[in-house]
């Protein structure tokens, strides 16, 4: 062929020798980062107590929060500054769909207990997760958070898991939405072990290889920094062998190791932002989701206590929200109204300005923002996400965009397949 680019250079021969010299690169980034995971993430993760938990859990959930609400309507509707379309929103929410992501725990907020006890917790729990996986009233993603792979708890952690798992699946397939959350990770090697047993668990039992997904919990100093100065999160990813679907910050016992008084500790610290800003970093493009801690500030008490709890929840929520962290952990159902509230006003809050930016660059419309592709598909996420919580309706955001939900994940480089 002849030269081109009029320097007397061969283009074509340079292309296929940088093609060549760069295959393996090319191979490592497709497979190491795919994208964004398909389906929808939950704005949210409620943790029980395993011994608390029922069948009707998600039920009792909804029942507590839409009286609270109710008890405390006022109080509300003034965090929520008189917006009453807001409030009915959080009220059909609560009737409809309470609990989107539901981890039965087995770990902190269970506690040490003989063997015998625990082994009947977990039996009780698993029957009861597939009663209400049965009925149709399980949420949409669901799991158990067992004891961590730390020396001292790491024979009962590996015997609920797999005892759960048993119990579960009583000779079937994991059911849909299933994931495990693997806490206090300290190495990389804790990760390649629940690799490791996860495939013995899949062929004792006969599942399909690569069923079982797990959460790292980022609740340590040594799983954001490794002794020779590495993000070791990043690393913990690509260990999982693809089933990593998430991490998840732990806010108390990540805060207690960095030597953070008590009173202090909080999403919003210092060492907080740190630890979080490294897993987003570690998380980009991994197709694993991110989610932020708990506050311990419950709403519940006297109306001064329940507005300080609501309050300060729906501050944090947004908080998160606004710096990426699109989910987080609730610990009580009265937790649960200004979740919904500080989510759906987040997305409505902000779906005008990304509907008219979002049709201006499709139509090629001038206007006084140049957005750019990477932009675009941030703005055709953040409808996706409103859409799916139910802050946003279909009809109209469409009017709105000119997009439906199909062009959105197009745009947003996803797909609006449904998934835990």
């Not at 989107?100 to 977990?122: A, C, S, W």
């Not at 669901?142 to 590996?158: D, N, V």
């Not at 190791?257 to 610290?269: K, M, P, R, V, Y």
């Not at 006297?302 to 947004?318: A, D, F, I």
């Amino acid at each position: 062929m002849e030269p081109q680019g009029g320097l007397g250079l061969d283009l074509v021969r340079i292309a296929e020798e940088l093609d060549g010299r760069l295959e393996a690169a090319d191979a490592a980034l497709a497979r190491q980062y795919p994208g964004v995971r398909p389906g929808r993430q939950p704005v949210h993760t409620v943790y029980v107590p395993a011994d608390l938990f029922h069948a009707d859990i998600v039920a009792s959930y909804a029942e507590e929060a839409l009286s609270t609400v109710k008890e405390h309507e006022s109080l509300l509707l003034e965090l929520l500054d008189g917006d009453e379309a807001l409030l009915e929103l959080v009220r059909e929410k609560l009737g409809r769909e309470p609990i989107e992501d539901l981890r039965i725990d087995f770990e902190d907020g269970y506690g040490p207990r003989p063997d015998e006890e625990e082994d009947r917790h977990v039996q009780s729990a698993a029957q009861g997760l597939r009663t209400a996986i049965a009925d149709g009233t399980a949420p949409p993603g669901h799991g158990i958070r067992f004891k961590s792979f730390e020396a001292p708890t790491r024979r009962r952690g590996l015997r609920t898991l797999a005892l759960f798992v048993e119990a579960l699946t009583d000779g079937g397939p994991l059911p849909d939405g299933f994931v495990v959350t693997l806490p206090k990770v300290t190495s990389v090697d804790q990760v390649e072990a629940l690799v490791q047993t996860a495939l013995r668990v899949e062929s004792a039992l006969g599942l399909t290889e690569g069923a079982l997904r797990f959460e790292i919990q980022i609740e340590t100093p040594q799983s954001i920094l490794g002794p020779d100065g590495t993000a070791l999160v990043a690393r913990m990813i690509h260990a999982s062998g693809g089933r990593c679907t998430g991490l998840h910050y732990g806010t108390y016992d990540y805060s207690a190791f960095c030597g953070i008084a008590a009173a202090h500790q909080s999403l919003e610290h210092p060492v907080a932002d740190h630890a979080k800003a490294v897993m987003q970093a570690a998380a980009a493009g991994t197709g694993v989701r991110l989610s932020d801690g708990s506050t311990n500030l419950l709403p519940v008490g006297s109306p001064e206590q329940v507005r300080e709890g609501w309050s300060n929840h729906l501050r944090l929520v947004r908080r998160s929200l606004e710096r990426g962290y699109y989910q987080g952990w609730d610990l009580h159902p009265a937790q649960l109204p200004t979740r919904f509230a500080a989510t759906f006003a987040f997305y409505r809050g902000g779906s005008g300005a990304a509907t008219a930016r979002l049709r201006n660059y499709v139509e090629r419309q001038a206007s006084g923002v140049l957005d750019e592709p990477a932009t675009a598909r941030a703005l055709a996420d953040f409808l996706l996400r409103g859409l799916d919580c139910g802050a946003l309706a279909a009809p109209e955001v469409e009017e709105a965009a000119g997009l439906d939900a199909a062009a959105l994940a197009s745009l947003a480089h996803r797909t609006t397949t449904k998934e835990g």
